[in-house]
DNA sequence: GTTCCTGCAAAAGCTTTGCAGAAGA
DNA sequence: TCTTCTGCAAAGCTTTTGCAGGAAC
């Protein structure tokens, strides 16, 4: 963690974005928790150790690192905006019971149409919905 | 269109769901533009013919539709919700110049993954961002 | 008569905006 | 010092909720 951590402060210095106490904050809690998190969460995470926090602080902070091209955007569901650090290819499942969402292995450079060919794509989303292995289990066990 | 429609009402009626005149207004919408609406795009296009029509019976109706399998959401953006007919495997590609929705084929069932195996997948989206050929060309004639 | 729709108004969420004071370079 | 961040409060949007009147069956 502390590898990938150092890499995306570097990416900002090289953007003369300046490292706030705040910003780091997000960084390092996007870094150290891979469960795609909401504003909400990450709010409340860092509220914790840092008293008078503002969510405006986390709404600019994300904004900023979407742009310089560190975080992104997970719009899996309507009304639940979500975010990651930037990484490489995957997809998106998330349980529709227990609402956890994991990350998948796929090759999006095998995602290609004929249709498209005209066109300049920047950005590409797999999202996959359904019931996670967990919860099939405690359906089994309740039906 | 006349064919979809149809087939839309008798799905309805086969679950016992009213076809009240601003439910059909609403499913012709939808069937007759196929621009991925925003749930204000709809309300405008029907409210010109219904004067007194209420955004809550979009919401309703589209919840109901949903529910019913007829019409599935579109989450390609965070905070701003569009729908559409369920029709056969797509994918969808934003122009992020001129905001157009454009739909293009694509097999979803050669989209797995062993990861995925004991995962029960009941939704697959596919979401691709970018710029479409006519931003491109007009790009090119105002660099 | 009973059930279900519809529209209105209000409320609830989430996100953005404007600005003054604080912190960083 | 000068620039940029931060937090607060308020505003802006979208969506949901509660309810009374009305339409459909």
Same mark, same amino acid.
């Given at each position: 963690? $502390?590898?990938?951590?150092?890499? !995306?402060?570097? $990416?900002?210095?090289?953007?003369? %974005? *300046?490292?706030?106490?705040?910003?780091?904050? /997000?960084?390092?809690? !996007?870094?150290?928790?891979?469960?795609?998190?909401? /504003? #909400?969460?990450?709010?409340?995470?860092?509220?914790? $150790?840092?008293?008078?926090?503002? *969510?405006?602080? %986390?709404?600019?902070? +994300?904004?900023? !690192?979407?742009? =310089?091209?560190?975080?992104? &955007? %997970?719009?899996?569901? #309507?009304?639940?905006? *979500?975010?990651?650090?930037?990484? @490489?290819?995957?997809?998106?499942? @998330?349980?529709? @019971?227990?609402?956890? %969402?994991?990350?998948?292995? +796929? #090759? !999006?450079?095998?995602? &290609?149409?004929?249709?498209?060919?005209?066109?300049?794509?920047?950005? $590409?989303? &797999?999202?996959? @919905?359904?019931?996670?292995?967990?919860? +099939? =289990?405690?359906?089994? #066990?309740?039906?």
């Amino acid at each position: 963690m $502390k590898h990938l951590y150092d890499f !995306l402060t570097d $990416k900002l210095k090289k953007q003369n %974005i *300046r490292l706030s106490s705040r910003r780091l904050k /997000v960084l390092e809690y !996007l870094c150290q928790n891979s469960n795609h998190p909401t /504003v #909400d969460q990450i709010y409340v995470s860092i509220q914790q $150790k840092v008293p008078n926090l503002s *969510r405006t602080t %986390i709404y600019n902070t +994300l904004h900023i !690192l979407i742009k =310089a091209g560190l975080v992104r &955007v %997970i719009a899996i569901e #309507d009304h639940e905006t *979500r975010y990651e650090i930037v990484t @490489k290819d995957h997809g998106h499942f @998330k349980c529709e @019971k227990c609402g956890t %969402i994991f990350d998948f292995k +796929l #090759d !999006l450079a095998t995602l &290609v149409t004929e249709e498209l060919i005209n066109f300049q794509i920047t950005d $590409k989303n &797999v999202y996959f @919905k359904g019931i996670c292995p967990n919860c +099939l =289990a405690t359906a089994e #066990d309740h039906p």
